[in-house]
């Protein structure tokens, strides 16, 4: 896998937290009646427990990119945005894991899934920014004549 595809495949993770953003406002942003309020829940899970396993998938992913760039080159360095995404990614999983924890366990703290999923928002968009868009930019910059 190269960071090339990594971060067309990470872009899906963008888009599916949009989902889950849109449908959480549909039930939670206001008051009134919501005709679709079943159906936008279902949604929320069903795609929630996707974007999980995905973002699984590309956690893995990326642990055998570093430990394959690491192997490469001359030595290993230490590279601020490397380690903040991989970091910051590490973090987004364990949040997510402990709100559907919240949510069907530990029903006392149920009321901490909905900053937990803005924080669960706005962190996968800032872990592809990162890298992923950086990447693409700079594939973009490159002259190769
Ligand atoms: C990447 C973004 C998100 C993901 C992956 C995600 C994931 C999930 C999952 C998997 C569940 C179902 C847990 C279960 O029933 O077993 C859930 C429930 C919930 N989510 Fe999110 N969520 C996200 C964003 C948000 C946002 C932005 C909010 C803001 C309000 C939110 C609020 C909630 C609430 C309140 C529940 C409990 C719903 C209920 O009453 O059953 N989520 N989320």
Redesign the pocket.
Known sequence: MTPMEKTVISAGLVI??LI??FT?MYL?GNKGAKPLARAA?AA??II??I??IWFIWVVWIGVDLLARLSESGTGWQFHGPRFYHAFLAIVLLLI?IL??AF??FYKNY?LN??WM??V??VG?ITVWLIAGWFYLISVGTIVTD
């Open positions: 599916l937290a889950e953003f959480a939670f829940l929320h899970r929630g427990y974007f999980l997510l709100k559907i949510v069907r149920r899934a909905k999923g803005f669960l928002v996968t």
